[in-house]
C-alpha cells in the first residue's frame, strides 16, 4: 500500500475566498508504531486536500524505530520526516517542528486524525484577515463501535454530533461554536497559527505537553492565552477563530471510553487548568470553563436522567467532580512548580 499519493507537496498553499495565497506547513507528531495506520491515513488525507500545503513534516518523538520506518514510507513523497530534537513528548516535538517549518501558517493535525476534504481551504480562509492568528476546527470523533455511555451526547447515534464530554477524546464538545466564531484557545488535534506567533511570545511549554499515554496538556490553551494576552500588550487586536467546516475524524480507542481512562483525564484537566492558571492568570485561564461549568454540563445531567440513562448522568457528575479535585490538588503550593514558560522569540521552552 503506497502510503501518500504523488503530489503531496505543492507551490504554497491558497486561502481560497478572496484568493489570497499563503504558505502552510502542515505537522503531524508521531511517537509509537502502534498507531501506524493511523499515521499513515493522517499523512494521506492531507495530500488529499483541494489546497496543497507547501510542505508536510512529520515529527518522531525519540523513537529510532519509527523514524527509519516514516523515512522509508514518507520521504519518497516529498514529506519531511524529522526526530523531535527537544524534550520527550507532544510540546517538544511540535517546538521542532516549529523551528523546522518554512510556512506562514503552522497548521497541526493528530496522528491518529484524518482530515475531510476542505479542511486546509477551510482553515487557511480567516488569515485573509490580518488580525486572526490562529485557527481551530472540528473533531469528530469515531467510536470503536458507538457512542459510549462514560461519554454521553444528546444525539448518540449522529456519528458527527457532539457530546458533553467529548473533551476527554480530544474531539469537539457540547456547548463549542457550530459557526465561524472567535474563541479563546484552539484544540490541538486540529489547529493552526501564523508562524509569526511563536517569534513573538515562544512556542509550546515543554513542560505540559503529553508524554505517551500520559494526559497532562492543556499546552495548547495556554500558548493562545499567552499569545492574545502578547498581542493585546502590544496595542493589537488580535482574534484566534473556531472554523467548523475545517473538520478532521478523531480516532477514539477502545481503553478511552473506559470509566478508568475517563477519571483519569478529568483529574489530568484539573492538574493541567491549574498550571495554566499559574502561568497566565486565573481570569483567563478559566474563563471559557466557567460557562461550559454552569449551563452545560447541568444540561446534559438532566437530559440523561430524563433519559433514565444513570451511568451517562453520573458519567458526567463524576467527571466535572475528579476535574475541580485535580484543579485544587493543582493550586496547592508547589503542585506545579515545574512549568517554565518558553522564551519569547524560541519555539522550544526556556532552560
Known amino acids: 500500500m503506497n502510503a501518500v499519493p504523488p503530489g503531496v507537496r505543492g507551490p504554497n498553499g491558497s486561502a481560497g475566498d478572496r484568493g489570497t495565497t499563503l504558505t502552510s506547513s502542515v505537522v503531524v507528531c508521531v511517537y509509537t508504531e502502534k498507531r501506524w495506520d493511523d499515521i499513515v491515513d493522517a499523512v494521506r488525507s492531507v495530500a488529499a486536500q483541494d489546497v496543497a500545503a507547501t510542505e508536510t513534516i512529520v515529527v518522531v518523538d525519540h523513537n529510532d524505530a519509527l523514524l527509519v520506518r516514516a523515512g522509508h514510507e514518507f520521504a519518497p513523497h516529498g514529506v519531511r520526516v524529522i526526530p ?109 497559527l501564523r508562524a509569526e506567533v511563536f517569534k513573538r511570545v515562544g512556542g509550546f511549554a515543554e513542560d505540559m505537553g503529553r508524554i505517551g499515554k500520559n494526559p497532562l496538556g492543556c499546552e495548547e490553551t495556554e500558548l493562545c492565552i499567552r499569545a492574545r494576552q502578547a498581542y493585546t500588550a502590544d496595542g493589537r487586536t488580535p482574534k484566534i477563530i473556531f472554523e467548523p467546516r475545517a473538520a478532521v475524524d478523531h480516532r477514539v480507542s477502545e481503553d478511552r471510553v473506559e470509566w478508568a481512562y475517563l477519571l483519569r483525564r478529568g483529574w489530568a484537566e484539573g492538574l493541567s487548568k491549574a498550571a495554566v492558571s499559574k502561568v497566565v492568570g486565573t481570569g483567563d485561564s478559566l474563563s471559557t470553563e466557567s460557562s461550559y461549568t454552569l449551563k452545560v454540563l447541568p444540561g446534559g445531567v438532566v437530559r440523561e436522567l430524563r433519559d433514565k440513562n444513570p451511568a451517562s448522568a453520573a458519567a458526567i457528575a463524576a467527571c466535572f467532580a475528579v476535574t475541580a479535585a485535580g484543579y485544587v490538588r493543582g493550586r496547592l503550593p508547589g503542585a506545579t512548580a515545574h512549568v517554565r514558560l518558553p522564551a519569547a522569540g524560541s519555539p522550544r521552552s526556556g532552560a
Open 84 to 192: 523531535n530534537r527537544f524534550k520527550q513528548g507532544l510540546s517538544g516535538a511540535r517546538n521542532t517542528a516549529v523551528a523546522e517549518a518554512t510556512g506562514e501558517i503552522v497548521v497541526f493535525l493528530d496522528d491518529d486524525a484524518s482530515a475531510r476534504p476542505g479542511w486546509l481551504r477551510a482553515l487557511l480562509a480567516p488569515y485573509a484577515d490580518p488580525s486572526v492568528i490562529g485557527v481551530g476546527g472540528v473533531a469528530h470523533p469515531r467510536w470503536p463501535t458507538r457512542r459510549p455511555s462514560t461519554l454521553p451526547g444528546a444525539a448518540p447515534r449522529d456519528p458527527n454530533a457532539t457530546g458533553e464530554l467529548d473533551w476527554v477524546v480530544g474531539c469537539t464538545y457540547t456547548g463549542q461554536p457550530t459557526e465561524r466564531s472567535e474563541v479563546r484557545n484552539l484544540m490541538g488535534c486540529n489547529m493552526s
